[in-house]
Nanobody
Framework: QVRLVESGGGLVQAGGSLRLSCTVS????????IGWYRQAPGKQRELVAG???????NYADSVKGRFTISRDNAKNTVYLQMNSLKPEDTAVYYC??????????WGQGTQVTVSS
C-alpha cells in the first residue's frame, strides 16, 4: 500500500525558515522522481520543486533561490528546506510523483503559514 506522509509545517514569521519532510512507503522510492506541491486557499495545486532519481532538481520561479529540495534514499524521504519565507508561501504542502501519470494517493499534507 502506497503511503505519503508529510510533516514539518507550522506557523512562521516572514523571513523565517522551515524544513518539510515527506516519507514514502509502498513504492520503490529510489527510482521515483518526486515533487513538492502546494495548494493555497482558493487556488489550484502547483508544483514548487522536483527532484529526479538522479537528484537533478528544478524549482518554480516563485521559490527559486529560497527553497531547496533534497532526498535521502536510505530513509525513503524527500525534504524541502524553505528559507526567506513570504506570506504568499502560505499553503498546504504535499509530495507526490513528479509525473501526473504516476501520481499515487495524496497524503494529508502539512500546513505552512507565514505571517507578515
Amino acid at each position: 500500500q502506497v503511503r505519503l506522509v508529510e510533516s514539518g509545517g507550522g506557523l512562521v514569521q516572514a523571513g523565517g525558515s522551515l524544513r518539510l519532510s515527506c516519507t514514502v512507503s509502498g513504492i520503490r522510492f529510489s527510482i521515483n522522481d518526486i515533487g513538492w506541491y502546494r495548494q493555497a486557499p482558493g487556488k489550484q495545486r502547483e508544483l514548487v520543486a522536483g527532484i529526479t532519481r538522479r537528484s537533478s532538481t528544478n524549482y518554480a520561479d516563485s521559490v527559486k533561490g529560497r527553497f531547496t529540495i533534497s532526498r535521502d534514499n536510505a530513509k525513503n524521504t524527500v525534504y524541502l528546506q524553505m528559507n526567506s519565507l513570504k506570506p504568499e508561501d502560505t499553503a498546504v504542502y504535499y509530495c507526490n510523483n513528479l509525473s501526473p501519470a504516476n501520481f499515487v494517493p495524496w497524503g494529508q499534507g502539512t500546513q505552512v503559514t507565514v505571517s507578515s
